[in-house]
């Protein structure tokens, strides 16, 4: 089972990597009262981060929810 997580891990990442090396076009981007350009890796970069930091929060808390019961 640990090997089929790593090799998914795995497929995840490349597919990341290649969607995000594919999309390096200026795109326009407006947050509140900032109006701008950003490059499209910097934008899938910064949102699979996001992401990932989200995702091991929410597994953490769930985990140490479950320790206190």
């Known amino acids: 089972m640990k090997s089929f ?9 490349f597919a990341l990597v290649a969607f995000v090396l594919q999309n390096q076009a200026l795109w326009p981007v407006r947050f509140l009262w900032l109006v701008g350009e950003v490059p499209g890796i910097i934008l899938l970069l910064l949102t699979a981060a996001a992401g990932f930091i989200v995702g091991i929060t929410v597994a953490l808390l769930i985990k140490s929810g479950n320790k206190q019961q």
């Open 5 to 13: 997580k790593l090799l998914f891990l795995l497929v995840l990442v």
